[in-house]
């Protein structure tokens, strides 16, 4: 049960695409389309924006997507926004039926 | 309003047990699977256990297989995580989510409790 490999941060301009990669094996990432995407805050909830690799949650802006190729899930933000600053998880179903985060991305808005 | 809310977190002595309750509101309770996962202040999301909807299958963590149960009872619309054999590395803020139905995404969490564990 490893954790998924995140880029520990990542930063951009407003109105700035920003992409985070999420980096698992051919056991989670690779072999289910159960990726998610969450948004923290600091001292706040997770925040789920992104399910089953591409699906966005109903009032989540369109400007969060997610797309996967091979064991690698991408989340990408277009146009940079200054509330868009925060944590950023990744999160695999697993063929062991277990569940598997990423490491956690800070983004950092110029 | 969907609302999920977790108790029972505290200060417990290493090798002692506690048990955390997450209630969940607003929503048919007997219809999602739900998840606990926890995070060290400043440190990551780590997930711990899943059960189904109706508690004949559950799933663990390598690091908690043995040690943590979970349960529910559907007749109070809550979710329990028994913690038994704690260790200095089980301290975190832990979180109750809701599968969203039809996928694999954790929809709504709690805000969390935390679980101290030091003697």
């Known amino acids: 049960q490893s954790a998924l490999t995140q880029p520990a941060s990542v930063s951009g301009s407003p109105g700035q695409s920003i992409t985070i990669s999420c980096t698992g094996t051919?056991?989670?990432?690779?072999?289910?389309?159960?990726v998610s995407w969450y948004q923290q805050y600091p001292g706040k909830a997770p925040k789920l924006i992104i399910y089953?690799?591409?699906n966005r949650p109903s009032g989540v802006s369109n400007r969060f997507s997610g797309s996967k190729s091979g064991n690698t899930a991408s989340l990408t933000i277009s146009g940079l926004q200054a509330e868009d600053e925060a944590d950023y998880y990744c999160s695999s179903y697993s063929s062991s039926s277990t569940w598997v985060f990423g490491g956690g991305t800070k983004l950092t808005v110029l | 309003e969907v609302q999920v809310e977790e108790s029972g977190g505290g200060l417990v002595q290493p090798g002692g047990s506690l048990r955390l309750s997450c209630t969940g509101s607003g929503f048919t309770f007997t219809s999602h699977w739900m998840h606990w996962v926890r995070q060290v202040p400043g440190k990551g999301l780590v997930w711990v256990s899943r059960?189904?909807?109706?508690?004949?299958?559950?799933n663990y963590a390598d690091s908690v297989k043995g040690r943590f149960t979970i349960s529910r009872d559907n007749a109070e619309n809550t979710v329990y995580l028994q913690m038994n054999s704690l260790r200095a590395d089980d301290t975190a803020v832990y979180y109750c989510a809701r599968v969203r139905q039809g996928s694999a995404g954790l929809d709504y969490w709690g805000q969390g409790t935390l679980v101290t564990v030091s003697s």
């Open positions: 059960i189904n909807t109706d508690g004949t299958t559950t």
């Open positions: 051919s056991s989670d990432v690779g072999n289910h389309n159960y």
């Open positions: 089953d690799v591409i």
